[in-house]
């Protein structure tokens, strides 16, 4: 049995940073996401004879720590499935995995996707999206196109907890600019930095508190097309978020980031729709209107710090062929 799928990355518009405590990685706020078109992962996984998994990154064997990612969710599909086989794993990005993408989101998403239909479980879109969740939440939300959220309820060790879309791909047309600023790796993984802000920024408690709140306003300004009040929601949430995890001694931007910023800010002074948004690395995501998109690619792709950029649409949900 094999099974191909095919899924998207996806930026938060509202960011996921913190866990509850309960295990199985339950976030500890809500977010909200836009799925990103133009850019995949694809994800190969055949059942094989072998006595253990084999997974292949970008055309070579995986490192240890992504195999033991990817086998822990395989035992899960393993288990519901009831079978004992192994598999064969082969996955491949075509944006570079440096590029400040959430690579995760979009494996693990395709990994959950693939893995289910090769077990042959019949599973619809949300149980496959509380697999994701458990390996990597903002995968939680790959598994749907457009603009997708995740809440976060008070968690009990293995509850069901999908991600679930809010709207379609064309729903509101505007894009994502996305500003790389290094092509080295990042320094701090995203599961270390949310732990470390958590036991360490005194600002966290503030952070649980806001999220809420920007989550609500955002989703509401998407549903009701503002787009200048989404956009400042947006960057609400991300100077939240870096500055609660910066407390604690988690910085990920870099000099070309603090340019790239200085950047959407003039461009908003002349007049174009530009709010920034960063994750963990230090590349800068630009939320613009569409018929901005051009211009505002130009103007931040001639900044010194910024090495290029990628002008993305909201994306497509996943796919996935058996055969
Ligand atoms: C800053 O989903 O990578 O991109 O659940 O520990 O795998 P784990 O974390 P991950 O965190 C993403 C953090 C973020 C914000 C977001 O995508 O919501």
């Not at 995986?62 to 009831?82: F, N, T």
């Not at 910023?261 to 939320?287: C, I, N, Q, Y």
């Not at 710090?305 to 990628?310: D, F």
Request: proline share 5%; charged share 20%; aromatic share 6%.
């Amino acid at each position: 049995m094999k099974a191909v799928a095919i899924a998207h990355p996806n930026i938060a518009l509202c960011k996921y940073w913190g866990k509850q405590k309960a295990a199985g990685n339950y976030p500890a706020v809500p977010s909200l996401s836009m799925t990103l078109a133009g850019l995949a992962t694809r994800t190969e996984i055949e059942i094989v004879d072998g006595d253990r998994d084999e997974l292949v990154m970008g055309g070579g064997p995986a490192d240890v720590k992504s195999l033991a990612r990817a086998v822990e969710l395989l035992d899960r599909v393993r288990e519901a499935s009831g079978s004992k086989k192994h598999v064969r794993v082969r996955t491949e990005n075509d944006f570079p995995t440096s590029s400040g993408l959430a690579s995760s989101a979009s494996g693990f998403a395709a990994l959950a996707l693939g893995a289910a239909r090769a077990f042959g479980l019949d599973w619809d879109d949300a149980r496959i999206s509380d697999l994701a969740r458990q390996s990597s939440a903002s995968a939680a939300r790959s598994m749907f196109g457009g603009f997708v959220e995740l809440e976060a309820p008070q968690a009990t060790p293995g509850m069901f907890l999908p991600a679930k879309p809010v709207a379609p791909a064309d729903f509101i047309d505007i894009r994502m600019v996305v500003c790389i600023t290094t092509d080295k790796a990042k320094e701090t993984p995203s599961t270390e930095g949310m732990l470390r802000t958590a036991e360490k920024s005194p600002y966290f408690t503030a952070w649980l508190e806001a999220a809420p709140r920007i989550f609500s306003e955002c989703k509401a300004a998407l549903l009701a097309k503002d787009i200048a009040k989404l956009g400042d929601l947006v960057e609400q949430s991300s100077f939240a978020m870096h500055a609660c995890a910066m407390a604690a001694g988690v910085l990920y931007a870099n000099a070309g980031t603090l340019e790239a910023l200085a950047a959407v800010r003039e461009l908003r002074r002349a007049g174009k729709s530009a709010w920034a948004t960063m994750d963990a690395g230090p590349h800068v995501k630009v939320l613009t209107m569409a018929r901005d998109a051009e211009a505002v690619a130009a103007v931040m792709g001639a900044q010194g710090g910024v090495l290029r950029v990628i002008v993305a649409k909201p994306g497509p949900a996943p796919v996935v062929e058996v055969g």
